[in-house]
């Protein structure tokens, strides 16, 4: 078996599962989202469900609209409160940052666990070498009345990473390298496993990056096999958690493995309006830039405010581009300042923003107006993302994004370092 | 399950933002609410457009991107006998068969039907059929389980279900 299918039968409570089997699961935490808590509650409540079945497993984060700026948000939010304190649900952060930063920082993500989340980025987890994938509010809240939910075992597509790479290349790069080479649907319901040794030398922050973009791949999760940089992450962040890695027997047991050497990527850039055309950073000639929007649970780590900073350190952003930035987690952010990250970027006239999804979430500070043409480091550019349907969303990684700020125009980081 | 309706067509990739886009996202919603926003990320008159019984046809990868629910639940709103695809996001499948929406994988489907085409399904026996071309496919079974959650109307129905036989066993 793969480890993947380990995890799902230990938490269906089955010795093995076979490929394509549907078995009902126990997952170790559920997130639920602002959004995810309201229509979950609500939704519960309609399927005659009054108590949540096993509150120690919810965990709920506001991230995608707080604090909030509609009033309906703000009742909504109101009522979960009140909903979490009658459900005896402790785990709760409000603030904090975004659920798929914060899982991983609080150790609520770990080697061998199975995670549910009202959120299609909960992937992101994975690369802690555990299960995790998003689901809808009534696929939530059939969990939350019953404590078991339907998984169907994924088949595997293993990517193997070798090589060494270019200058002002990151794990992004070849998130979009696999987006440019078989398309949007890459791994439509698969396990996604990143391996090689790249992924080996890769730090965490970097393979959160790979495991988040699985979901826009069609995956239904990532996997990294937990490592030494695994052992060590889980040993800083919760060091009193005890857990299992869950090891695959064999090759045989992926589906496909795809051999990828990363020399050959180039800092790429995602056009408007999906992912299915990716380009050259460098060669995209002159895209002038009125918004860089900085953050989400795709760029919004500690390690994406480092190579930001170190790249508009002592320079301004271009006189026509403004940046939003809104730091992925409040320990990102109080890391940032200690570090003086922050005042780099506010020096080059960046605004910061609160620990959240931002204008990714469409609820946020910093939305563009028609015609408007934005670079980020989100995961998406879909239509309408980050607010006018009529305007340019590119996706890039953080450290293209800080170099097109600063340039005004879409550049690659790697010309921009040189300099 | 046998269905019939006029077909509605759509390109590769259309993700979920653009079948329900999220400035429409609310806390809770008023019946109907959810059907009147149905598809306006790629055509605003869409909602008022399309009839009870008709069916949507997509390209490849269908439905991906986010894990809105409302995307599915406008769709059985708006009274959508069935949404057809050769592929399809994994959520929104997921979410299809949660609302009790029948959604049909067929190869190349998307090639062999047009706009306004009648088409004609039978989910017990699996075939599809484009009564304009004559075109007609076998569709892979579907797993049991999830024909069953379809035939219950969705995850709502077999919840209930459940924690009422729990209730049962308690007393």
């Known amino acids: 078996m793969h480890a993947i299918s380990k995890i799902i039968a230990l938490h269906a409570g089955r010795e093995s599962v076979e490929v394509g089997e549907i078995v009902n699961v126990v997952p170790d935490y559920v997130m639920l989202n602002d959004r995810g808590a309201a229509r979950a509650a609500d939704l519960l409540r309609k399927m005659g469900g009054d108590k949540v079945f096993d509150p120690a497993k919810v965990i709920v984060v506001f991230d995608h609209h707080y604090p909030p700026i509609r009033q309906q948000d703000s009742v909504s939010q109101k009522r979960t409160r009140e909903w979490i304190k009658e459900q005896g649900i402790i785990k709760f952060h409000a603030g904090e940052g975004i659920g798929h930063v914060i899982f991983p920082e609080k150790g609520y993500a770990f080697p061998g666990a199975l995670i549910f989340g009202t959120d299609s980025h909960t992937v992101t987890n994975s690369a802690l070498g555990c299960v995790a994938t998003g689901m809808g509010h009534s696929d939530i809240a059939s969990f939350l009345a019953l404590g078991y939910n339907w998984l169907k075992v994924p088949e595997v597509i293993r990517f193997d990473l070798h090589g060494e790479f270019q200058p002002g290349v990151y794990a992004k790069d070849i998130a979009l390298r696999i987006a440019q080479l078989y398309g949007e649907d890459a791994a439509p319901y698969l396990g996604v496993e990143f391996s090689g040794p790249m992924v080996a030398r890769m730090p965490m922050a970097e393979r959160l990056v790979l495991c988040n973009m699985v979901i826009d791949f069609g995956a239904k999760t990532g996997y990294i096999q937990p490592d030494e940089v695994t052992a060590h992450w889980m040993a800083q962040r919760a060091p009193h958690s005890t857990w299992t890695a869950q090891t695959t027997d064999s090759d045989a047991d992926c589906g496909r493995i795809v051999d990828l050497d990363v020399s050959a990527i180039e800092p790429l850039v995602a056009v408007p309006h999906d992912l299915s055309t990716i380009r050259g950073a460098a060669e995209l000639g002159d895209i002038r830039i009125d918004e860089a929007i900085f953050g989400t649970c795709t760029g919004g780590r500690i390690d994406d405010f480092r190579v930001a900073a170190a790249i508009m350190k002592g320079k301004k952003l271009a006189p026509h581009t403004r940046m939003m930035v809104n730091p992925g987690s409040r320990e990102t952010y109080v890391q940032a300042m200690h570090e003086g990250l922050i005042d780099v970027l506010i020096e080059a006239g960046a605004t910061i923003g609160v620990p959240g999804c931002g204008p990714c979430s469409g609820c946020h500070q910093g939305m563009l107006a028609p015609a408007e043409n934005a670079i980020t480091n989100a995961s998406r550019n879909f239509k309408g993302r980050f607010g006018s349907p009529e305007a340019n969303a590119y996706v890039a990684s953080s450290a293209t994004v800080a170099a097109s700020a600063i340039a005004g125009r879409i550049v690659s980081p790697a010309t921009k370092i040189s300099q | ?171």
Not at chain 2, 137 to 145: F, G, I, V
């Open chain 2, 1 to 171: 399950m046998h269905i019939k309706g006029n077909a509605w067509t759509f390109g590769r990739n259309i993700n979920t933002d653009l079948i329900f886009p999220k400035m429409w996202f609310r806390p809770t919603y008023e019946p109907g609410e959810m059907a009147s926003h149905l598809m306006v990320g790629i055509d605003e008159d869409f909602p008022q457009k399309v009839s009870r019984g008709d069916i949507i046809v997509g390209g490849q990868n269908f439905g991906c991107g986010s894990s809105r629910e409302e995307a599915a639940a406008a769709m059985k709103e708006a009274g959508i006998a069935a949404v057809v695809a050769p592929s399809f996001g994994r959520l929104f499948t997921r979410n299809a068969i949660n609302v009790g929406l029948p959604i049909i994988t067929s190869p190349r489907i998307d090639e062999e039907i047009l706009q306004g085409d009648l088409i004609e399904i039978d989910l017990s026996s699996g075939q599809i059929r484009n009564l304009r071309s004559g075109y007609e496919a076998r569709l892979p079974p579907m797993a049991p389980e999830s024909l069953k959650l379809i035939d219950d109307g969705g995850i709502a129905n077999y919840t209930r279900r459940v924690l009422e036989e729990r209730r049962r066993a308690k007393v």
